[in-house]
């Protein structure tokens, strides 16, 4: 394994630096140390002569696979990010660093021990999950000579920290050795330590080992100005729905209090330090925010938390993706998708725009990165045109269904209300039907008749859900324009569920949108035998046009159907000609 050098920030460093710094990537350490005085010697000695803190990465082979001039936390190395070696979720490498003193430190203890090792160093180790963090301190006023066996004076008190599988006392995740000098450090036993702690890690946490292909989800939201505490909480119950339905389990969540949102990391750059800390505690594999991101943001926050991150609007998009099952479904899906990751990629940088360096590399060029954005344009307007035909071919219908005198019926509401559910049952259709949200992707138009023998078109729409996101309302324009264009709207509501009011406003806020809020309406009260008399007479009186039915139960059907008739009549009196 081929060790790698980065000089990091460092600056004008000599070449007799720099090859010492190479020769340090070719030490080994025996398997069962965590460091011998040699290596620390050494490591104290460059950092002495180069004015530079040292931080080398070594295997759990005793091979030193990375040598940074920096701190512990500005180690680039992929294999540090994310990354859990069997059930006890450590990472096989540890990293022995250096801290420069202006005086020779004694060993310490109590509070002066806390402060030997830096908060941003401890983090380091929970966020990486390490083996274990060394720090050895540098003591000015040593000496390179070393005779007869003596220790050098440079490499001065040792700092040993590793993880723990649960919070000690205080809350912290990890434990500080007592301080030591390099001598005592080289006579522990590395491999009896971190067996005891993986094993100790199986027995204590043993639900925290992450299977193979296993997605298990950190939620994060924002409680800003003019939004209730319990507000954005029942927003995170809704998001660990939309997780759990895109395949992913709950393991945490957390909520910052904040005016607005973080330019850089969406919460705090504290708070999102913390966060990262749970992330690794849980074994979370993935971070999803209550939010739609910013590029810059998705980025930096990956870059702290060392898992994947999404937002809100991904996630939908997800669902989105595995429900879709017609060609058309599936068009609109991608077009969302691709007008999600255009401005992403257009944000990522504007410095590569051009190429230079020779002879017919002058001019404006093609970077990859443009090059990826000129095929998604190029798609985004195939798929755009694509959807422009279906509009079309939509229209046609509509026409024909008009020329009939056909009135058309659209169920609209928010996701997981029952819409598929009171299609069949008013229908006799087979629509799919689950208890998840966006159960129903690809809409879909069933025939019936109403009371007076009068045929009708009745649709099932997609649901509709809180912040959805303005790329899939345009994706998906020509099938929602099913519901701007119908004679009438069934707005189905879940009369169970304990935000149904903030519901209903979710989906007005939508119609308002494609410019069909002031259609004729009913309000179906789906789900009434799991309400209570008592609330669902309260309901009754909060929605306009309202009929209480159970689509599963198969109550209130013939009212349904009889308050259509009674809008229809109004609003379509030439459909009167179809009457028995």
């Not at 983090?123 to 000496?143: K, S, Y």
Request: aromatic content about 4%; charged content about 25%.
């Amino acid at each position: 394994m081929h060790g790698k050098l980065d000089l990091g920030k460092a600056k004008g460093l000599k070449q007799s630096e720099i090859k010492k710094l190479n020769r340090l990537l070719q030490k080994r350490i025996p398997k069962d140390k965590i460091l011998t005085i040699d290596l620390a010697d050494s490591v104290a000695e460059i950092s002495l002569e180069t004015g530079h803190p040292l931080s080398i990465v070594v295997n759990r082979r005793g091979q030193v696979v990375n040598v940074t001039v920096g701190h512990p936390w500005e180690v680039n190395m992929p294999e540090l990010r994310g990354v859990r070696v069997g059930p006890g979720r450590l990472c096989g490498h540890r990293i022995i660093h250096t801290k420069n003193e202006e005086k020779q430190v004694k060993p310490l203890d109590g509070e002066a021990l806390k402060e030997a090792l830096s908060k941003e160093n401890l983090q380091c180790l929970a966020r990486n999950r390490l083996d274990l963090l060394a720090q050895i301190g540098v003591n000015p006023h040593g000496t390179f000579s070393r005779s007869h066996g003596e220790q050098s004076k440079i490499a001065d008190v040792v700092h040993i920290a590793h993880l723990l599988p649960g919070r000690d006392a205080e809350g912290k995740l990890w434990k500080v050795l007592p301080a030591c000098t390099a001598r005592h450090a080289q006579e522990d036993d590395f491999e009896e330590l971190i067996g005891a702690l993986e094993e100790e890690f199986r027995t204590r946490a043993p639900g925290l080992a992450v299977q193979e292909g296993e997605e298990r989800a950190f939620l994060v939201g924002l409680v800003s100005d003019g939004t209730d505490a319990w507000q954005v909480e029942d927003d995170l119950d809704e998001l660990a729905q939309l997780a759990k339905t895109a395949g992913a389990g709950i393991c945490g969540r957390m909520t910052q209090t904040r005016q607005q949102p973080d330019p850089k990391f969406f919460l705090g750059s504290g708070k999102m330090q913390e966060v990262a800390l749970l992330v690794q505690e849980l074994g979370a594999t993935l971070l999803v925010v209550d939010q739609e991101l910013t590029p810059n943001q998705q980025r930096n926050i990956e870059a702290v938390v060392g898992v994947k991150v999404v937002d809100r609007t991904e996630v939908i998009l997800d669902i989105f993706a595995q429900r879709a099952q017609t060609k058309e479904g599936k068009l609109q899906v991608e077009l969302a998708q691709l007008k999600y990751l255009y401005p992403r990629l257009v944000g990522k940088s504007d410095s590569l725009s051009r190429l230079g360096g020779g002879i017919g590399t002058r001019g404006p060029g093609e970077t990859k990165l443009e090059i990826d954005r000129r095929r998604i344009r190029e798609k985004i307007d195939f798929l755009e045109a694509d959807a422009e035909r279906i509009r079309n071919y939509r229209d046609v219908q509509r026409k024909r269904r008009t020329s009939d005198h056909l009135p058309v019926v659209a169920l609209t509401g928010y996701t997981n209300s029952g819409k598929s559910t009171l299609l069949n049952a008013l229908t006799k259709a087979n629509v799919f039907t689950q208890d998840k949200l966006f159960a129903t992707l690809d809409p879909t138009t069933r025939r019936t008749t109403l009371p007076d023998h009068s045929p009708v078109l009745i649709s099932d729409t997609v649901g509709f859900i809180k912040k959805l996101p303005t790329s899939l309302i345009a994706a998906f324009r020509a099938t929602l324009e099913e519901v701007a264009v119908a004679d009438m709207l069934v707005h189905v509501v879940d009369a169970s569920h304990p935000n149904v009011l903030e519901h209903i406003s979710a989906v007005h806020d939508v119609l308002s949108d494609l410019g069909a809020v002031d259609k004729p309406m009913i309000t179906v009260l789906n789900k009434a035998d799991k309400v209570r008399k008592e609330d669902l007479a309260w309901l009754v009186a909060q929605v306009p046009n309202p009929v209480v039915t159970s689509a599963t139960m198969r109550f209130g059907l013939g009212a349904t159907l009889g308050k259509m008739e009674e809008v229809l009549s109004e609003v379509c009196p030439e459909r009167q000609k179809y009457s028995a």
